[in-house]
């Protein structure tokens, strides 16, 4: 069997045109077909850009090696250089009005009891041309409870960035963003060893396709 193919209403976008468009409808032999978009938000994963420079300077944080991965070893915070930094800049293709997330993957590094927590706290700040650099940040953090306390066990934290916490001055596309990982003292039992970051990533809300990033 063969079909005719419709052809649909041409549809041209600006550089950055919100994809969100209202559903519209085609002539085709003498009847209206309804088309409908959906739903055009999607997501992009960013990895930032740790400052690996100034790891090596304070020579304080330990890389280490689990088989074939490789993370940064964290104790508790005290006022030791035991911290990472990262950087990006927020995707023209993000919507302008999603908070963002950061996430970081982790493992313990040595066995653990299960009900024992262990915390990291996320500093974070923007800047961009035509404003003076912060020296204050946004502090954010995530306490997770040991569940299986199996050496190298892996665990997921998530922070969030409010967007709009210093309105009007919210984060917007092409911004600098700027980020300080470090481990904190948890409410809990505390874990006995440390905490080993394997990998982090940004996620952001897009409404836009006009270019890669």
């Not at 041209?12 to 969100?20: C, K």
Request: net charge negative; glycine share 4%.
């Amino acid at each position: 069997m063969e079909y005719e193919p419709i052809k649909l209403e041409k549809r041209l976008f600006t550089s950055e045109e919100d994809l969100s468009f209202s559903p519209f409808e085609v002539d085709y032999k003498n009847k209206l077909i309804r088309i409908k978009p959906g739903n055009p938000l999607g997501a992009l994963t960013l990895r930032a850009e740790v400052n690996v420079d100034e790891i090596k300077k304070q020579a304080t944080v330990d890389q280490v090696q689990v088989g074939v991965f490789f993370g940064y070893s964290l104790p508790i915070y005290a006022a030791d250089n035991e911290e990472l930094y990262f950087r990006e800049n927020v995707p023209g293709r993000w919507d302008g009005k999603s908070n963002i997330t950061f996430h970081v993957l982790c493992c313990l590094a040595s066995a653990e009891t299960a009900g024992e927590t262990f915390k990291f706290q996320l500093s974070w700040e923007k800047t961009s041309e035509t404003e003076v650099v912060p020296v204050t940040t946004h502090d954010i953090t995530d306490e997770v409870i040991v569940v299986d306390g199996t050496q190298y066990a892996t665990y997921e934290m998530s922070f969030t960035l409010d967007y709009d916490v210093d309105t009007p001055d919210n984060v917007e596309a092409h911004d600098l963003l700027a980020c300080r990982l470090r481990r904190v003292a948890s409410t809990g039992d505390e874990v006995d060893g440390e905490v080993i970051v394997l990998d982090w990533h940004t996620h952001y809300v897009v409404n836009k396709v006009f270019r890669a990033v």
